[in-house]
């Protein structure tokens, strides 16, 4: 689903409300710093439009014959639907979408190929617009102001890399066709490594203003 036909989504559970409760909220968590746009649908029903940004944050990985390095970064929209039956505790579900990749660079382990170059590329999630599902505390949408936390699973898909090598200024044309031609292998086992990592977990917590 494209970012356009999110936003029209979100809009259009919007435009059912009456003129109920409506709020903003900011946040942070593990998807970053984020903000939020909320609307009353019933009286345990509510909708949100929201936006999350991290940039370069650390992550590490390794495989047996390479360590990576690699910056984190999010860029990412959501819109979701939070059922309150009991009180200000509720589930959430929706989607979110976005450019999130972890841009990586890998020295080789063996001393050999080290001095050969280095293999760089990036890491993107599986599906670039996941369903979400979680339970949370207070709504976007309510009046005055509050707080909120929301914690939760993406469910993503395994991420899949994409590699490309480079040769290092004193490598000799051997060593430089050697780590071109194992940058394939390498990237099927960094894919194998980060295979697993098919649910990105959610957990933040911010501030409402509700009107």
Do not use: H
């Not at 999130?100 to 670039?128: C, E, F, R, Y």
């Amino acid at each position: 689903m494209k970012l356009s036909k999110i936003i029209s989504f979100a809009l259009a559970i919007a435009a059912t409300g009456s003129a109920g409760a409506a709020g903003i909220g900011v946040r942070a968590g593990t998807n970053g710093l984020g903000a939020d746009i909320g609307w009353g649908i019933a009286p345990t029903l509510s909708a949100r439009l929201g936006y999350s940004w991290l940039d370069n944050y650390n992550v590490d990985v390794n495989t047996t014959d390479v360590n990576y390095s690699g910056k984190l970064k999010i860029s990412s929209v959501s819109g979701l639907l939070d059922w309150s039956p009991l009180g200000p505790f509720r589930i959430t579900a929706g989607i979110t979408s976005g450019d999130n990749k972890v841009d990586v660079t890998g020295v080789p382990t063996n001393a050999a190929a080290s001095a050969a170059g280095s293999v760089s590329g990036t890491i993107k999630p599986g599906k670039k617009t996941a369903p979400y599902l979680g339970f949370g505390y207070g709504n976007v949408a309510g009046a005055g102001v509050n707080f909120y936390f929301d914690i939760g699973v993406i469910f993503q898909g395994s991420p899949k890399s994409t590699l490309t090598a480079t040769c290092g200024p004193t490598a000799t044309p051997a060593q430089c066709s050697s780590l071109q031609n194992s940058v394939a292998a390498e990237q099927i086992a960094l894919d194998e490594k980060i295979s697993k990592y098919k649910y990105y977990p959610v957990a933040s917590i911010g501030i409402t203003i509700g009107f």
